[in-house]
């Protein structure tokens, strides 16, 4: 076979990753030597702290990169802020002035593990930047303000340089990523409700598919999080892009309702009802059927025949209705209530992402918000952790009275910060450990060297591109990443490039040393204190944190109420899933609480905005007591509080009936929907009925 013949052969998809890779590298390069250059030019101290913040900040996507700079400026401001303030109030007293430093980085690691995504970095940033103005002027505090002018000018240098490079050289907008994501969430949807309410998707993949839809609306929101630092439109179409999410959660968490009700209907035996509403969602899946790709004419045609099939299927449900009298026809309303609502989620849904995909921007959308679920209880274990390993470094170095070590406590106090909520940190500390360790020692041999043979910046970097040049491509490796970031900082460290070179090999082994023992510090810190992610401990957090939404939605003030649950419980199931093994007794537990809540917690909002003040007394009284008792249900699940969540649905279920207005009828078809959901024997509650054994095989409605 001929070469030609042989690269004709190589995959388009590896072709693409490797150009994407050295694109990326070059980048990297070009934006380190920029700020080594411009650092030289404006006479900074310490040019590898711009060179330093430039490994740190560089992203294949240019929107990364932009992102990171603005939580990172941020960050640094406020971190000089506070270096300068803990100087003039304990200059004086160096372990006063440890401990408060220790206190604060503490906090930030705090802030970054509640502000996932680039928010964290000004929280990082806000930490290690007091220690990297205040080290070097401990011995002369008077000095302090002019280290914080140059920390801060050294690190903006990075920032910029970054900024620039990334968003000019071969940009990777976030922009087409995020359109993206949109459409192929869209006909995720379309496709699946499609192939649902036609017969084609079987019960057993319910669970994968939550969990896919779970990811995609996460991963949809931080993407869009990051492109408006980037794009003006996406920045115009924020809100309109937020609430295209939020539709895209309610018209899923709608369908699972309706899937999970069809089905127990079928299992109650009541196989009229169930046919009856199977053949009223058929208009549904013939309109869906319409939609065959994204261009926006499909979707402007898919809107509107949802509409016109809403109107088809209030007709025939009015017909449908007439069959049925008693529960039957309140098992009926409660269906095909469902089904409507679905109806009209996707035709809104369709409605935005038509216009979204619009070339002149139309309105701003909903004000709507995606709510983060964090844990404090995490937050404080990474406190007392970052807290206690700054305190244990500085105590090192107090009594050994090591001038290096000041660059071990900087470098502990780094990546304690930037590892506080990184899954398995001591796996990922031990790689970077190892980088740094290789990166140190070229550092070392090119140090004493081709550098002191070296006259001018272009020999400079003849002197020290090939091994950059391997930093580079390392980071560019996800496996590799972890090593590639330490390598390339023990190598920065360690050259410590500057217009006044020192080429003193005692300095240059203990600041390496001192760097590697602060790393092992660090490590050490995540062995004593473990990292509470992806622990069984956090597990049962979080499942007791995904059931108090089940309380909020009895409680908690109504507006935008359905929003904010429905976004934190996303969020919520989005860092439980990473942990759950596939197909175990906890991922199975897990998932089947985390539909159980989504469920109650709508109906429970539901029935609160259909109570309003022309409610009769009574039948307020007793709604109120099916709120208290659901709520209590879910805190603390056990057979008692079951039987008086349905004792209490059972008395407000009486009142409702006797009532002869719309109203009552609309709070009757909620208050049976929630008692089915509670009583159904393939619920996480069947396990505290005497009748769990009984359970019998979930049918597959739509088959």
């Not at 408060?100 to 930030?108: E, H, K, P, S, Y």
């Not at 050994?400 to 106090?413: E, F, K, Q, R, Y």
């Amino acid at each position: 076979m001929s070469l030609a013949a042989a690269i004709k052969n190589v995959p388009r998809e590896f072709v693409a990753d490797e150009l994407g890779t050295w694109k990326h590298v070059a980048k990297l390069l070009i934006a380190l030597y920029a700020a080594a250059w411009l650092a030289m030019l404006f006479e900074l101290e310490q040019p590898s702290t711009s060179m330093i913040t430039v490994t740190l900040l560089m992203h294949p996507q240019s929107g990364m990169v932009l992102a990171k700079s603005f939580y990172r400026t941020i960050g640094t401001l406020c971190g000089c802020v506070m270096g300068v303030l803990l100087i003039a109030l304990f200059g004086q007293q160096p372990e006063i002035f440890l401990g408060c430093l220790a206190v604060w980085i503490g906090f930030c690691a705090a802030g970054a593990v509640l502000y996932r995504n680039f928010m964290s970095y000004a929280f990082v940033l806000s930490g290690y930047t007091a220690a990297i103005v205040t080290m070097p002027v401990i011995n002369a505090p008077t000095a302090v303000f002019d280290s914080a002018v140059m920390r801060l000018s050294e690190v903006m240098l990075g920032i910029v340089v970054s900024g620039v490079v990334a968003d000019t050289l071969w940009p990777d907008r976030l922009r087409a990523s995020l359109r993206a994501t949109a459409r192929n969430q869209f006909d995720k949807l379309v496709g699946f409700l499609r192939g649902s309410t036609l017969g084609d998707v079987p019960r057993a993949q319910m669970e994968k598919i939550n969990l896919d839809f779970v990811r995609s609306s996460v991963a949809f929101e931080d993407l869009r999080a990051s492109a408006i630092f980037e794009d003006p439109e996406v920045r115009a179409r924020s809100l309109g892009i937020r609430t295209l999410n939020q539709q895209f959660m309610d018209a899923a968490t709608t369908f699972q309702s309706l899937h999970h009700f069809i089905n127990r209907v079928l299992r109650s035996g009541d196989s009229g009802v169930a046919a009856a509403l199977i053949s009223l969602y058929q208009p549904l899946g013939a309109a869906l059927a319409t939609y065959s790709g994204p261009a926006q004419d499909d979707i402007g045609e898919l809107r509107a025949n949802l509409l016109a099939c809403r109107g088809e299927i209030d007709e025939l449900a009015a017909g449908l209705r007439a069959r049925f009298a008693g529960e039957a026809a309140v098992e009926f309303d409660v269906g095909s209530e469902l089904i409507g609502r679905l109806t009209d989620e996707l035709a809104r849904y369709a409605g935005t992402e038509s216009s979204l995909r619009e070339t002149r921007v139309k309105g701003g959308g909903e004000r709507v918000r995606f709510l983060r679920s964090n844990d404090y209880a995490v937050a404080a274990v990474t406190f007392l952790r970052t807290a206690l390993a700054l305190g244990a470094v500085s105590l090192f170095w107090i009594e050994s009275a090591w001038p290096s070590g000041a660059n071990a406590l900087l470098i502990a106090v780094i990546f304690c910060a930037l590892y506080a909520a990184a899954p398995t940190p001591v796996k990922r500390i031990a790689q970077l450990w190892y980088g740094f360790a290789l990166g140190s020692v070229v550092g070392l041999v090119c140090l004493f060297g081709p550098l002191p043979r070296s006259e001018g910046f272009p020999i400079l970097i003849a002197a020290t591109v090939t091994p950059l040049l391997f930093g580079a491509w390392l980071t560019a490796r996800p496996a590799l990443a972890g090593a590639g970031l330490g390598y390339c900082v023990g190598l920065l460290n360690t050259l410590a490039l500057s217009n006044d070179m020192s080429f003193d090999l005692a300095a240059s082994l203990n600041a390496a040393l001192a760097a590697l023992i602060g790393l092992a510090f660090t490590g050490l810190a995540f062995v004593v204190v473990p990292s509470l992610t992806g622990s069984a401990w956090q597990s049962k957090r979080q499942l007791q944190r995904l059931r108090e939404h089940v309380a909020l939605a009895a409680n908690a003030p109504l507006r935008g109420l359905s929003e904010r649950l429905e976004s934190a419980q996303h969020d919520l199931l989005h860092q439980a899933a990473p942990y759950l093994a596939v197909q175990s007794d906890d991922s199975t537990r897990f998932l089947a609480w985390a539909l159980a809540v989504q469920e109650s917690a709508r109906m429970l909002v539901d029935l609160r905005l259909e109570t309003t003040a022309d409610t009769a007394i009574a039948l307020r009284r007793a709604i109120d007591r099916v709120l208290r008792t659901v709520a209590q249900l879910y805190r603390r699940p056990n057979r008692a509080a079951l039987e008086n969540t349905q004792a209490a649905l059972t008395d407000a279920i009486d009142l409702a009936a006797g009532g002869d207005d719309a109203r009552s009828a609309a709070l009757l078809r909620r208050l049976h929907a929630l008692r089915w959901a509670l009583r159904d024997d393939l619920s996480v509650f069947a396990t505290y009925r005497e009748s769990a054994g009984l359970a019998a095989p979930e049918a597959n409605h739509a088959a």
